[in-house]
């Protein structure tokens, strides 16, 4: 789908791509960097509208170079940025898009009504934009993208300003773009955790360098972290304190406590996931003390964590690491602040 | 009780009709028309826009107002000269323009703006950018369709004076002559303000602002022409009047169809450029005219994406 060799782009300022070689195939790839660290200038680039400054590119095995217009014809693109009139309805703005991707006017309307139907928009359709809420704007920016049926489409940030459950709706729709419609996906993100469920391969830049890519097992296995909460109860005053000696007893990994000031942080355990059996473990150990599960669920991370190297995850967590950790984040935050 | 069955099944049959199926996701196979298409769609949602066709009742009024304004003053000219056997149009065909220039730089402020603002304002372009079309189509695209607005607005007058000429069986071939040289003027016209209306207003993404600054340009650019026009034909400088004209759109055109198109010029004592400053006239507008299509490719370049 995607093929970058030793791409690289330089302004007189900052370098935003450093010889970034890349190949990734059909299916759904995360794209994942802090902000600068070169997201938006790759998609520049495969769109054809931007020239790099040394190295190639191809799309759908088209260069990028020579051939941007019929890349652009199949491929989609959704940027991060607001992007609709509000005076418009849906259904004009989606049908004009349509025919500027080429299809004849009756084409337009019917992929139309097809698309947003797809995306989940249906009587709020014909209402103005300027109206709708958050969640139906991205899906409204969502469907001029897939409204030309294309073969690829590139979703930049797609679940920015979303709450949880528009996440959610919105990285199952991705997912959906994939197995329902099939279209390969790239979708850029900075949070590792929600593309870890939604992408079979993930590419991690960092300063317009590749940091890694791999399928998305692979950080799943090392990176998993489940959140365990607890009840009290009368025999065991501190459940929580009670859970963690039973855990540490059954060989179980415990991360320390990274959410401090949080509310309630004291009183959630972070526990390394080694696969299955650790989700059966915790339940037979609560289950065994007699205490409440009041939840246990998966955490997302944040991209620090993949500086994390496999050597280190396991080991079991200290201050140290946390530590370690957090310089990463500022490592990251301050690798930022010079990107595009 | 046979005849209610078959009614109630109907019924049923007609529930059944209407319930929303999810018949999964089709792909697209039929034509992709490409660039030319996409650039002629969007010239044609631009000038109907311009229009306020495919938007708001709101956004109708004003343009069809403006458009009736044009046209109201000709219908009334055409009705006299029937009526009183007249052997000429009470007003040139290039007259007319000039005549009703506060209309058309009402029309150009409220609508350029409108063509390329809201774009920029709500990050459109990029949009589009990620499709077939490019920057050429894109800024091609809009310019000929304010320019196509503008010539409707303008030649539409002229057509109702001709053909009210004809129809008061005034000289034929006099006529034609005078609605083909006004055609000229209004075409040229229409380009110019076209792209000085485009120019100022993309260069910012408010409205409001737009609007505003497309009326400050074109009054007082001929506030001020006018006013040292004045200053020179009460200073006997007569000479002088003619070289003033350059500096706003409406004398600029006023000044071309003077030299080349046999109009009377509007400027003080009819002091009209002759061929030779004419056509530097002429230079002048074809200058601004590439100049504001440059200026507008250099815009785009830097808000795609």
């Known amino acids: ?340 | 009780m046979a005849a209610e069955a078959a009614g109630t099944r109907m019924t049923q049959n007609q529930i059944a009709q209407t319930q929303i199926h999810n018949i999964g996701y089709r792909t697209y196979d039929g034509p992709r028309l490409g660039r030319a298409y996409a650039r002629r769609s969007l010239f044609s949602q631009s000038l109907r826009g311009a229009y306020g066709l495919g938007r708001s009742a709101k956004s109708k009024v004003l343009p069809m107002l403006l458009f009736a304004v044009m046209c109201l003053p000709a219908a009334i000219m055409v009705a006299v000269a029937v009526a009183t056997k007249a052997n000429d149009l009470p007003v040139d065909y290039t007259r007319n323009a000039i005549l009703m220039q506060a209309v058309i730089g009402l029309f150009i402020a409220a609508q350029a703006p409108q063509t390329v603002s809201r774009d920029l304002r709500f990050r459109t372009v990029p949009l589009y950018f990620s499709r077939p079309i490019e920057r050429v189509d894109y800024v091609l695209a809009k310019f000929a369709a304010m320019a196509s607005a503008l010539f409707i607005l303008t030649a539409a007058p002229l057509v109702v004076l001709y053909v009210g000429a004809l129809l008061a069986k005034l000289d034929f071939a006099d006529q034609t002559k005078g609605f083909a040289q006004g055609l000229v003027s209004v075409a040229l016209l229409s380009l110019l303000f076209a792209g000085i209306g485009l120019v100022v207003s993309a260069l910012t993404p408010r409205r409001g602002f737009g609007v505003a600054a497309v009326i400050a340009v074109l009054t007082i650019s001929y506030g001020a022409v006018s006013a040292v026009q004045g200053v020179a034909f009460d200073q006997q400088s007569t000479g002088s009047i003619q070289w003033f004209g350059l500096f706003s759109p409406i004398t600029l055109i006023d000044g071309v169809q003077t030299a080349f198109l046999g109009a009377t010029s509007a400027f003080p004592g009819r002091e009209g450029p002759g061929a030779g400053a004419g056509t530097v006239y002429l230079l002048v507008v074809l200058a601004l005219i590439a100049g504001s299509y440059a200026v507008l490719m250099r815009r785009y370049r830097k808000v795609g994406l």
């Open chain 1, 1 to 340: 789908m995607i093929a970058t060799e030793s791409l690289s782009k330089r302004f007189p300022r900052v370098t935003a791509l450093d010889r970034l070689s890349l190949d990734i195939g059909p299916g759904v790839t995360g794209l994942v960097g802090a902000n600068g660290a070169g997201k938006s200038t790759l998609i520049k680039i495969l769109l054809g509208l931007s020239p790099a400054t040394e190295g190639t590119a191809a799309v759908l095995g088209l260069d990028v170079a020579t051939s941007g217009g019929a890349i652009r014809e199949r491929v989609g693109y959704m940027p991060e940025h607001d992007c609709l009139p509000p005076d418009v309805s849906a259904t004009e703005f989606v049908v004009h898009m349509a025919r500027m991707s080429g299809l004849p006017v009756t084409a337009a309307r019917e992929r139309t009504a097809d698309t947003l139907r797809h995306v989940g928009l249906y009587e709020e359709r014909y209402r103005p934009i300027g109206g709708y809420s958050t969640g139906m704007k991205q899906r409204v920016k969502l469907a001029q993208a897939l409204v030309h049926d294309p073969q690829l489409v590139l979703l930049d940030e797609p679940t920015n300003g979303l709450d949880p459950v528009g996440r959610d709706e919105m990285l199952g729709l991705i997912r959906r773009i994939h197995t329902d419609f099939g279209i390969s996906v790239l979708v850029t993100s900075h949070l590792l955790g929600e593309l870890e469920r939604t992408c079979d391969h993930v590419v991690v830049i960092d300063g317009g360098k590749l940091l890694r890519s791999s399928s998305t097992s692979d950080f799943t296995q090392t990176t998993t972290t489940l959140a365990v909460e607890v009840t009290d109860s009368d025999a065991h005053p501190d459940g929580t304190e009670a859970v963690r000696g039973a855990l540490l007893a059954a060989g179980i990994t415990l991360h320390a406590g990274v959410e401090e000031g949080l509310p309630g942080a004291g009183h959630i355990l972070l526990v390394e996931a080694a696969g299955e059996r650790t989700y059966d473990v915790v339940r037979d150990t609560v289950a065994g003390l007699g205490l409440g599960l009041v939840r246990m669920e998966q955490r997302r991370h944040h991209i620090a964590e993949v500086f994390k190297t496999p050597a280190q995850a396991p080991e079991p967590v200290s201050e140290r690491a946390a530590a370690w950790a957090a310089t990463a984040a500022a490592q990251q935050n301050g690798g930022g602040s010079h990107g595009s």
